[in-house]
């Protein structure tokens, strides 16, 4: 059973444009949301983070976004550069069970 | 560097045979996480540790793996009599401490082929 879902395995973006990447998930006791970018041969690297207590966070050109009523959130890049193209997983985590449960990744491909 | 090592970073072995991938988290984090990610799916929680102590155990897909941490820092993991569908890369993570809204950091992997 799969407690985090993407249900987009892939996203083509043009250069400059916006970038949104989706997640849902389905135990609505989780209350801590990551995002992770992977390039290939190398392991996930921590994106952006969020608390159940927010509904937004912003790091530069990375903002999540988070709806716990729809059990929802999605990374916006802005502006998408080429460097972006990657493999992004979101993650989350219900607090004191030290267990992350990650969805299966959307392949972002930042066209120039 | 700092980071998260992992070694091999790519083994091919037999079917049947016992392999061991280790894993040397970032000095100080007392959290150890390993994740599974097979062709094409997302992570799979295997295993994670508190210090020595491995409080969750419950992501072993079978009694053919183990996982043990010794001193608070390297963990091996270790899966016997290799089959086919053990074939994966194997992810190590560690974080400051376990839960509380800690972020964890990854190794490159370790990719395992069984032939």
């Known amino acids: 059973d799969q407690q985090v879902k993407q249900n987009s395995p892939s996203l083509s973006v043009q250069e400059g444009r916006i970038s949104i990447l989706n997640c849902d998930y389905t135990?609505?006791?989780?209350?801590?949301f990551l995002w992770y970018k992977k390039y290939p041969a190398e392991g996930p690297t921590f994106l952006i983070s969020?608390?159940?207590?927010?509904d937004k966070n912003e790091d530069g050109r990375f903002t999540v976004f988070l709806n716990k009523s729809a059990k929802h959130l999605s990374l916006h890049i802005v502006p998408s550069q080429p460097g972006d193209s990657a493999v992004y997983f979101c993650?989350?985590?219900?607090?004191?069970?030290?267990?992350?449960?990650f969805g299966s990744g959307t392949k972002l491909n930042v066209k120039p | 560097g700092a980071g998260v090592s992992q070694s091999p970073s790519n083994k091919v072995t037999e079917k049947g045979k016992d392999v061991e991938l280790r894993c040397d988290p970032i000095?100080?984090?007392?959290?150890l996480y390993w994740y599974r990610q097979s062709l094409g799916q997302g992570l799979e929680f295997l295993i994670y540790?508190?210090?020595?102590?491995?409080?969750?155990k419950s992501g072993l897909p079978s009694d053919r793996f183990s996982a043990e941490r010794t001193g608070g820092s390297v963990s091996t993991l270790t899966i016997q009599r290799t089959q086919q569908e053990d074939s994966a890369v194997y992810l190590c993570?560690?974080?400051?401490?376990?839960?509380?809204?800690?972020?964890?950091?990854f190794g490159d992997g370790t990719r395992l082929s069984i032939l």
């Open positions: 969020i608390s159940s207590i927010k």
């Open positions: 993570a560690s974080s400051l401490v376990g839960s509380n809204n800690q972020p964890q950091h």
């Open positions: 993650a989350a985590e219900r607090y004191n069970f030290n267990k992350f449960y």
């Open positions: 540790f508190q210090g020595n102590s491995a409080p969750d």
């Open positions: 135990n609505s006791m989780f209350d801590y």
């Open positions: 000095s100080g984090h007392t959290a």
